[in-house]
């Protein structure tokens, strides 16, 4: 198994449909003067980064690096009871979307967006069962993790997930941030 260079890169031009960014020369260090030239095809883009844009890029692959990757999200959520007897009780949440792997693409921040309303609904009517059948106990939401079948960082795409959340829109409802 190879392992990946993963770097932020700077948007130079775009030019004979490739997107040029800069990336640090190998063996450069952390001399920041010392960079080369990288192509990604524009095909890889939602819409164009302009000139000065930081993207993120693995240098081995010559790729930017999406996270938007797969075809179903899931959501795990452990709730603390705490009581006479603590204990913690994990469930797991997960439904198709269809995302398509192109890097800043609105539409899949959006379908993102739409499931993590869905998932804390549901998440927020489990606590109550949770506190309906536990009465001598409070319940709490401690920890979430996301990912999707394809991208299964859970620590980066949840901080993702995160991120998306933290833009909030008109009408919709506010859902924590740790959420």
Known sequence: MTK???TLAAVDRVEKGSVIVMVPAPGSGNNPDKF??????VKRFKTLPKPGA????D????????????SKIFCEVEFSLFGAQN??????YHEPCKLSGLYDNPADDTAIRMLRSK????????????????????????????????????QIFSGYVRDLGAIIL??????????
């Not at 204990?87 to 797991?92: F, P």
């Open 4 to 6: 990946t260079l993963q």
């Open 87 to 92: 204990k913690t009780i994990t469930r797991q």
């Open 36 to 41: 080369q030239e990288m192509p990604i095809p």
């Open 59 to 70: 240098i081995a692959a010559k790729d930017v690096i999406t996270l938007n990757t797969g």
């Open 119 to 154: 998932f804390w609904q549901q998440c927020r009517q489990e606590k109550e069962k949770l506190e309906e059948a536990n009465p001598d106990k409070s319940v709490f939401i401690s920890k979430t993790a996301w990912w999707t079948d394809r991208f299964t960082d859970r």
């Open 54 to 57: 930081v993207i993120p890029v």
């Open 170 to 179: 008109p009408g919709s409802e506010q859902i924590p941030g740790n959420f």
